[in-house]
Structures are given as C-alpha cells and as structure tokens.
Antibody, heavy 122, light 109 residues
Framework: QVQLQESGPGLVKPSETLSLTCTVS????????WSWIRQPPGKGLEWIGY???????NYNPSLKSRVTISVDTSKNQFSLKLSSVTAADTAVYYC????????????????WGKGTTVTVSS | DIQMTQSPSSLSASVGDRVTITCRAS??????LNWYQQKPGKAPKLLIY???SLQSGVPSRFSGSGSGTDFTLTISSLQPEDFATYYC???????????FGPGTKVDIK
C-alpha cells in the first residue's frame, strides 16, 4: 500500500528556509492531492497546504506568504519550503495524501507519513 | 475562514464506557467533516470521513454523525487502545482550505 516518508534537516536557523521532502512509495503520486501538516510541541494540528500532482496549490492563509509546495512526479516526491522561520515554526511536520471525495464527500487525508521533527534554533 | 471548536477539550473515561465528542463549525459545512485519532508520538489516523463514513479497517465501535454545524464522534465501548487525542477537520470552504479542530484528549479514569 502507499507509504509516505518525510525527510530533511532536523535543525534550521532562524530567518532561514525550512525545506522538507515527502517520498511516496507503493503507488503513484499522480491523480492525487498531497498535503503538509504540522504540529508544534504539545499543540494541535495545523494544515499548511496541499498540491495536486499537476502542480496547482492551496495554502493556509496564515502561512501563504512564506510557503511553497512543489511536486516532482518523476521522483514521486513533493516538497515544502517555509521561509523566514522563527522558533514558532518548531514542530513535527507530516505529509499526507488528500483524497478528493467529490462534491458530496469533500477532502480527507487517508495516508500519513510518520512525521519529522524540525527545530528552529541558532 | 471557518473555525472549528471541539468539546470537551479532554475527558476521562473507563474501558467499556460510551464516549461522545462534539465538533462545531462556525458556519454550515454540510457533511464535509472528518475525524482523526492521534496517539502520542504517532501520526494521525483517519477514522471517519464525510461525517459518518467509516474508513476501511476502523473498528465499528467508532461512528460519526451530524451535518451543518454540529457533529459527533461516538465510541460505543471504549477499548484500551482508544485512549488518544481526537481531531475533527473540515473541508467545506469554497476555497477548499482545510481546518482542524483543537482536539479532544481521551484518557483513562
């Protein structure tokens, strides 16, 4: 079955850009939406944004000015870049597959990666 | 933007108890409401989508109901493995932005 694996630096300096990649295995990245979600220590889940395999994106308005999500179908990967990070961006970052259930069902995230911890500190 | 609230924020229950968690949207979201379970140190797991559809492989003791602004997740008979935090998530907005509720932690009484 489809599995997702996040990868990237675990430590990022303030004001720099956080970069993470999610590798999709066991299935094709095509024909789906793919999302990033984060969870600060001891807090709830925050949706960051998602991308369709064709490249169209949708971002959380609160992060939109700093976020870029891209996709590489040849590598079955999608990526997250978050610029100008601060300590508030310290979190576990998850990638997930977004199912488009259509007009009646809406969107839901049915496959998740295990998550990767990113700490913002000098 | 649509805001989600959950109640209670936490609850204590015993194995075998019937547990009900409520999620409320700041405006009508039809049935575009999903429920996730998260255990400590683990990724969230989809339980219910479209308010009442049980995700494949999820035990039938979990059920969801509601539409519009008020939704409920019910665990009919709480099992030891159900102690976790539960999140609702909406996908109604015309811009298809996703929003999570703040979560409800279920722990052992």
């Amino acid at each position: 079955q489809v599995q997702l694996q996040e990868s990237g630096p675990g430590l990022v300096k303030p004001s720099e850009t956080l970069s993470l990649t999610c590798t999709v295995s066991g299935g094709s990245i095509s024909s789906y939406y793919w999302s990033w979600i984060r969870q600060p220590p001891g807090k709830g889940l925050e949706w960051i944004g998602y991308i369709y395999y064709s490249g169209s994106t949708n971002y959380n308005p609160s992060l939109k000015s700093r976020v870029t999500i891209s996709v590489d179908t040849s590598k079955n990967q999608f990526s997250l870049k978050l610029s100008s990070v601060t300590a508030a961006d310290t979190a576990v970052y998850y990638c997930a597959r977004v199912m488009d259930g259509g007009y009646v069902v809406g969107y839901y995230m049915d496959v998740w990666g295990k998550g990767t911890t990113v700490t913002v500190s000098s | 933007d649509i805001q989600m609230t959950q109640s209670p924020s936490s609850l204590s229950a015993s194995v075998g108890d019937r547990v009900t968690i409520t999620c409320r949207a700041s405006q009508s979201i039809s049935s575009y409401l999903n429920w996730y379970q998260q255990k400590p140190g683990k990724a969230p797991k989809l339980l219910i989508y479209a308010a009442s559809s049980l995700q494949s492989g999820v035990p039938s003791r979990f059920s969801g109901s509601g539409s519009g602004t008020d939704f409920t997740l019910t665990i009919s008979s709480l099992q030891p493995e159900d102690f976790a935090t539960y999140y609702c998530q909406q996908s109604y907005s015309t811009l298809r932005r996703l929003t999570f509720g703040p979560g409800t932690k279920v722990d052992i009484k």
